[in-house]
């Protein structure tokens, strides 16, 4: 499966954006959908994990009830929306699928990435 994602870039403190993730090539509800990000000097984390169908989600605690992951079936798309930016959440964000259909935030089944998209918050 192909992914591009898209909708990063320079925001302020206590802004939001929308990063979109588009698969294409194989059957998109087969995959676990993953938001990861990496930050200069840092390892790659999860940010935000989904299920096949959308109704299993898991969050890190550093964004819990600020960013939001969903998915479009019929648009082979994830999202991640994310409020109340800080400086910290200043990463490269990369979005991944996992073959499987129970969301997961553990890099090692991810084996599909993205190219990556860069979110800048400024204080």
């Known amino acids: 499966v192909q992914l591009q994602a898209s909708g990063g870039g320079l925001v302020q403190a206590g802004g939001f954006l929308r990063l979109s993730c588009a698969a294409s090539?194989?059957?998109?509800?087969?995959?676990?959908m993953g938001w990861f990000r990496q930050a200069p000097g840092k390892e790659r984390a999860c940010v935000a994990a989904i299920n096949w169908s959308g109704e299993e989600r898991y969050y890190a605690d550093s964004v819990k009830g600020r960013f939001t992951i969903s998915r479009d079936i019929a648009k082979s798309t994830v999202y991640l929306q994310m409020n109340s930016l800080k400086p910290e959440d200043t990463a490269v964000y990369l979005c991944?699928?996992?073959?499987?259909?129970?969301?997961?935030?553990?890099?090692?089944?991810?084996?599909?990435w993205g190219q990556g998209t860069l979110v800048t918050v400024s204080s």
């Open positions: 991944a699928a996992a073959p499987r259909t129970a969301a997961t935030m553990t890099l090692q089944w991810y084996d599909y």
């Open positions: 090539g194989r059957t998109f509800s087969s995959y676990a």
